[in-house]
């Protein structure tokens, strides 16, 4: 039976006994009715394993003892910064919890002219929440134990004219470069913008030129905004990552 994985928000170096969150106590009492005795996987987001067993269990509440601290390094050497124009309903959660099993670092929402989605600021905020949890259940789920970063919102020529030294990355079918013809990258990685379900205007998409953007093809076909962002991660990470 596999051992399940559970994070922990706060850094268990140097720890011998902690208290698991109440989200992850949740899990471990009342979804896998596990009990004292039984082992799990705890990681901090340090890119450290930490193997501990169960030495107290209730429905509210579990603590465990931690057995030991172990190195395990399953990141990706090409860094990714998804800017993700948000999508209507799941397509937004899916993308999420895909680019993290992908091995995406940081995603950025974005709204952009042809954005379908209005949410207030209360709403957006509890939605970057939301994402946040589905990117670390994507980690528990996946072995990654590095947790990619959800960012808050911001207009799309903002996070455009942000600089980092990445790679500047916009899917266009005119492209001159395909992914696999590109440049070198550079080390600090990509930053790779994909487009909303209607499209970037014309304004939007001149922007990401005078910001510095290269353009790249996927293809002939024309893509759905959730099926372009993985498409495009997973042909990068073959050609510069970590997947074969």
Same mark, same amino acid.
């Given at each position: ?10 850094? /268990? ?53 931690? /057995? ?9 050497? /090409?860094?990714?910064?998804?800017? !993700? ?23 950025? $929402?974005? %709204? ?16 970057? !929440? !939301? %994402? ?15 947790? $990619? ?13 942000? !600089? ?9 079918p005119r492209a001159q470069y395909s992914?696999?013809?590109? $440049?070198?990258? $550079? ?58």
């Amino acid at each position: 039976m596999r051992i399940p994985r559970i994070y922990h928000p706060t850094s /268990l170096e140097n720890q011998q006994n902690c208290q698991l969150s109440d989200d992850a106590a949740n899990h471990v009492g009342r979804v896998l009715r596990m009990q004292v005795g039984e082992h799990i996987e705890l990681f901090d987001g340090s890119n450290h394993i930490y193997p501990a067993i169960i030495t107290q269990a209730s429905k509210k509440a579990v603590e465990v003892e931690i /057995l030991s601290r172990q190195l395990d390094d399953r990141e990706s050497p /090409l860094f990714i910064h998804l800017g !993700q124009v948000i999508s209507r309903g799941e397509r937004m959660e899916f993308t999420i919890q895909k680019s993290v099993e992908l091995g995406v670092n940081v995603i950025t $929402p974005l %709204w952009s002219e042809r954005c379908g989605v209005k949410l207030d600021a209360e709403r957006m905020e509890k939605k970057i !929440q !939301q %994402w946040q949890k589905i990117a670390i259940a994507a980690c528990e789920q996946c072995g990654r134990n590095v947790v $990619p970063e959800i960012r808050p919102l911001m207009k799309l020529q903002d996070w455009c004219a942000e !600089q980092d030294g990445t790679l500047k990355l916009n899917l266009h079918p005119r492209a001159q470069y395909s992914i696999r013809t590109l $440049p070198e990258i $550079p080390a600090q990685g990509v930053r790779l913008l994909i487009g909303s379900e209607g499209g970037l205007s014309a304004q939007e998409i001149a922007q990401t030129e005078t910001q510095g953007f290269t353009e790249v093809l996927l293809g002939k076909r024309v893509l759905r905004t959730e099926t372009a962002a993985l498409s495009a991660i997973t042909a990068l990470q073959v050609c510069f990552g970590d997947l074969a």
